[in-house]
């Protein structure tokens, strides 16, 4: 069974520190894991991948992430936040299923982002 | 290249009445799915459809729902005799092949029941 637990509901963080989303997961399947933005009342925006290549993986604006297989974890990193990272972060796991890729989402975390 | 795109984006019914959500997917993409996203929680898979076909509709609810994806023209999201209960945002996803590890979402349509 595939799922998704983000610790934290709330993180907040001021502007020019760092930020530390963190994701722990379960697959039966070796995963393909991501994480998405949405900003309020907006769409959901990749920010990086994991697709079985290179265990730190640079996304966009800054982000990163590290797939630890052995702690099932992904989560998520960027050295200095930003205001305008203020946003809704998710964790998600893709697993296949009836011949696709289901998605697993996280239940999401709110960074707020201090001046 | 236009991303996935949905409309309406936000659609206000009374209670009893139909709605229907349109998603149109990337040019050259022939894998839908729909997924729900109800207040403070993450999204929920609903139904994963190809060209004429639905191929898994494990989390559709099992009645007033259901979701199509014809030969020509966008998929369609449609849920019949709306209940507060359906008030959520529901966001469309495409793929190029249904074993591509990523989706491209859309920006998601938000349906309000007064």
């Known amino acids: 069974a595939q799922s998704v637990t983000q610790l934290d509901s709330h993180v907040s963080v001021s502007e020019g520190t760092p930020v530390l989303l963190r994701c722990n997961y379960s697959s039966s399947y070796s995963p393909s894991l991501f994480w998405y933005v949405q900003h309020p009342n907006k769409g959901l925006q990749l920010l990086l991948k994991?697709?079985?290549?290179?265990?730190l993986v640079k996304g966009i604006n800054g982000f990163e992430a590290e797939f630890k297989k052995s702690e099932t974890s992904f989560h998520l990193t960027k050295p200095s936040a930003h205001m305008s990272d203020a946003a809704e972060y998710f964790c998600?796991?893709?697993?296949?299923?009836?011949?696709?890729?289901?998605?697993?989402f996280g239940s999401g975390t709110k960074l707020n982002v201090k001046p | 290249n236009a991303g996935v795109m949905q409309n309406p984006r936000h659609l206000v019914r009374r209670g009893g009445q139909e709605a229907r959500l349109r998603c149109s997917p990337m040019?050259?993409?022939?894998?839908v799915y729909w997924y729900r996203q109800l207040p403070e929680e993450g999204l929920k898979f609903m139904v994963y459809l190809q060209k004429e076909n639905i191929i898994d509709e494990s989390g559709m609810p099992k009645e007033r729902f259901s979701a199509e994806f014809p030969k020509e023209g966008p998929s369609i999201l449609r849920i019949q005799q709306v209940v507060r209960g359906d008030s959520a945002a529901y966001f469309c996803?495409?793929?190029?092949?249904?074993?591509?590890?990523?989706?491209?979402f859309g920006q998601g349509t938000r349906l309000t029941v007064v």
């Open positions: 994991y697709t079985s290549a290179a265990t």
């Open positions: 040019k050259g993409h022939s894998h």
């Open positions: 998600v796991v893709s697993a296949p299923g009836n011949n696709f890729n289901k998605f697993y």
């Open positions: 996803a495409s793929s190029p092949t249904g074993g591509a590890p990523e989706a491209f």
